[in-house]
């Protein structure tokens, strides 16, 4: 089993970044996918959610509007399409991939977003 995020970089404020995650080693369309966050010094927090295979999103208040989470199931990857960027959204983004069941779950190792001017 794999789920291995990548796009991360460094980006001014304002700008635009996409990352990926892509899963393997297990029945990606059984499994609900989200994305997290973990800036220095702070607790891992829930960003954004994809549900199911077709695809029902839900998205933390603080990147509403600005962020947009899918999936392509022929490609077994997860996106976050990340929008109107700030600089406290400097963490570490992680993918969790979570059978409908609620077990297993998997994570990433996190990929780093820095923005910066």
């Known amino acids: 089993v794999q789920v291995v995020e990548s796009g991360g970089g460094l980006v001014q404020p304002g700008g635009s970044l996409r990352l990926s995650c892509a899963a393997s080693?297990?029945?990606?369309?059984?499994?609900?996918m989200r994305w997290y966050r973990q800036a220095p010094g702070k607790e891992r927090e829930w960003v954004a959610a994809i549900i199911g295979a077709g695809g029902s999103t839900y998205y933390a208040d603080v990147v509403k509007g600005r962020f947009t989470i899918s999936r392509d199931n022929s490609k077994n990857t997860v996106y976050l399409q990340k929008n109107s960027l700030k600089p406290e959204g400097t963490a570490v983004y992680y993918c969790?991939?979570?059978?409908?069941?609620?077990?297993?779950?998997?994570w990433g190792q996190g990929t780093q977003v820095t923005v910066s001017s």
């Open positions: 080693g297990f029945t990606f369309s059984y499994y609900n």
């Open positions: 969790n991939a979570d059978h409908f069941t609620g077990y297993p779950r998997y």
